[in-house]
């Protein structure tokens, strides 16, 4: 992003995590509110960051054992003979799926309650930001009148 | 700084996850892995093009992975634009916005489509500035309040009041559609408000206002309130407080319960099915100011209506909702969700029994209907037994003009209003209606 920029930046999804990431614009008079902000942000930010890059990690990990192990279960290769990647359809993975998303209930409803919580200052806080920002300009607009 | 090296760096140097390496040798067998099933989707995103460009009143905000219709021009765009791209970049092979069937974008085909999309200047890969354009606003506040979807559910509302045994008022209509149409638009936004991370990991969701950051937080949920607070004010003061509690109560149901229980429980899916046959039961009570039998068996049929067509739709997102955390039939009691979609197809055969047993339709309806009901319980009941792909899609593809087509018939069906006996009966109802209209609009 651009030297210049007063804004934040958003930038593509992450490989990992499939998440945005954003580049906090500083202002050289930050309050101290604002700077709260900006904090809860770039922590809630890291913090999803950190969960999903390595849930869909261990995701794609157990995957590509579960694959694995089925295959050999069957006597099959990863690759049969023209080479091509041996797959379990839809219908093998469900059990993986099922069991995947029961062993990782506990983790998401942890990452839920802290992501709601999160989400809820930090919007709290944007609305008490933008409001002392509101009164500031009505008080300068009201000094520059006089 | 330092935080955007860091990930500028874990992009290049591919992995700060413990099984990186595992991760790197996997990709190439996955490669190939990752082209067929390339080719798959490119089979049917053209096959359902073709068949989702009709738009069909459907009742609800159920599920996120409800198909969201706002995706399909988008898409559309999207499909022609696939061919010229390198067969191991999968872009965007949404299918149309109605299913996502096939919506599965594992994470190492995010790796393998990231390499080739490098090369490619895709608007999307660019760092953008977090600055909200006046001229973007109206696309981003429709997309937003899924505004296709509200559509859809306020011409649900409008069912449920042109089947309303009263003599049809405009006004009241109009103010009905309107007020529940800014309830939908509220619920619709608190929902994206709540879900940015979990929609930023489904196929389906990621191109979402939030996700994008195309809007903040903060304007969403003020987006949201002043949609909100008006409707219901709208429904409660300028149609009946019965239409505005329901409302209100539906967008309770819709944010606090449906969307939170959809990460906790199966139940989601119950609790959805009633979000979305609220509506129609709303349009019979703006009109008639009571909650009749009526109005129920209207609601009825939206609820039953809804388990198979989302649970032959949620049959192919598994790997979606298994990631990122959903607890759906369709993932943890299979033979659940099969049982299910089937035991409500056949319940919509019964309802429309009902229909003029209450005195809604005449007895035409159960007839007529007949077929399309026989129809859809019978693609259920190949759904319950072979319980594949294909089975769950052509039940889904029939859900979709399965419940246009049955509404349309029920209103033609619809028991005459001037019935001789009850004329006065109706008159008299529609004069106190009229009255009270008039005390409430100075």
């Known amino acids: 992003p651009p030297a210049h920029s007063h804004n934040d930046w958003i930038g593509p999804p992450d490989k990992h995590s499939n998440l945005r990431p954003v580049i906090f614009y500083v202002p050289p008079e930050e309050s101290p509110l604002e700077r ?42 990863m690759r049969d003979e023209t080479g091509q990647k041996a797959t379990l359809n839809a219908e093998e993975m469900a059990d993986f799926y099922k069991d995947f998303l029961s062993k990782n209930f506990r983790k998401h409803m942890q990452y839920n309650r802290d992501w709601y919580k999160r989400n ?17 300009w009505l008080r300068w607009k009201k000094k520059n009148v006089e | 700084g330092l935080f955007v090296w860091r990930l500028k760096g874990a992009g290049t140097r591919h992995i700060p996850c413990h099984f990186g390496h595992l991760c790197r040798a996997a990709d190439d067998r996955l490669i190939t892995f990752q082209y067929f099933n390339f080719l798959r989707r490119m089979y049917v995103t053209q096959y359902n093009k073709d068949l989702s460009q009709r738009a069909k009143p459907k009742s609800d905000p159920v599920a996120s992975p409800f198909p969201e219709l706002q995706q399909l021009d988008r898409e559309k765009k999207v499909i022609h634009k696939m061919s010229p791209v390198s067969p191991v970049h999968q872009p965007w092979p949404e299918t149309s916005g109605r299913t996502e069937l096939r919506g599965v974008k594992s994470p190492a085909e995010t790796e393998a489509s990231a390499t080739a999309a490098r090369a490619e200047p895709r608007e999307d890969r660019q760092w953008k500035e977090m600055k909200l354009r006046l001229d973007e606003l109206p696309g981003i506040l429709a997309r937003l309040s899924k505004i296709k979807l509200t559509a859809l559910v306020v011409s649900t509302a409008s069912a449920g009041f042109a089947m309303a045994p009263v003599p049809f008022d405009l006004p009241c209509f109009l103010l009905a559609s309107l007020g529940t149409g800014l309830a939908s638009c509220a619920a619709n936004s608190i929902n994206q408000f709540f879900e940015v991370p979990f929609d930023s990991n489904m196929n389906r969701t990621k191109n979402r206002p939030l996700v994008r950051g195309q809007i903040s937080p903060l304007l969403a949920v003020c987006f949201a309130a002043s949609c909100g607070v008006p409707g219901i004010a709208l429904l409660t003061l300028g149609v009946n407080p019965l239409t505005g509690a329901l409302g209100a109560f539906n967008i309770f149901l819709y944010t606090c319960c449906y969307t939170p229980m959809k990460r906790m429980s199966i139940a989601n899916t119950w609790v959805g099915a009633v979000v979305g046959a609220i509506p129609p039961v709303m349009g019979w009570t703006a ?13 009825g049929i939206l609820y039953s209506w809804q388990f198979p067509h989302f649970n032959a739709l949620s049959w192919g997102l598994r790997e979606d909702y298994s990631r990122g955390g959903y607890c759906m039939m369709s993932v943890t009691h299979p ?95 529609g004069e106190s209606h009229g009255r009270a209209m008039e005390i409430r609009l100075p």
Not at chain 2, 289 to 297: M, N, R, V
């Open chain 2, 335 to 429: 033979g659940l969700c099969r049982r299910v979609a089937l035991r409500h197809c056949l319940a919509l055969i019964g309802l429309s029994v009902v229909a003029p047993v209450l005195g809604v339709t005449t007895w035409t309806f159960p007839v007529i209907s007949l077929p399309i009901n026989l129809y859809i319980s019978y693609l259920g009941f190949r759904f319950y037994r072979d319980a594949d792909r294909s089975s769950s899609r052509k039940l889904f593809f029939c859900s979709l003009w399965h419940l246009p087509m049955l509404l349309l018939v029920m209103f033609t069906c619809k028991k005459s209003v001037l019935d001789k006996e009850d004329k006065g009966d109706l008159l008299a109802k």
């Open chain 1, 36 to 77: 709260r902000l900006r904090e809860a942000r770039q922590e809630a930010q890291a913090c999803n960051q950190r969960f999903w890059a390595r849930h869909n990690c261990a995701f794609r990990q157990e995957k590509e054992e579960f694959i694995y192990s089925r295959l050999k279960a069957k006597g099959l290769e």
């Open chain 1, 120 to 136: 809820f200052t930090i919007t709290f806080l944007m609305g008490q930001v933008a409001l002392a920002r509101a009164l500031r």
């Open chain 2, 287 to 299: 009109a008639t100011g009571s909650l009749d039998a009526g109005a129920l068996l209207l609601g």
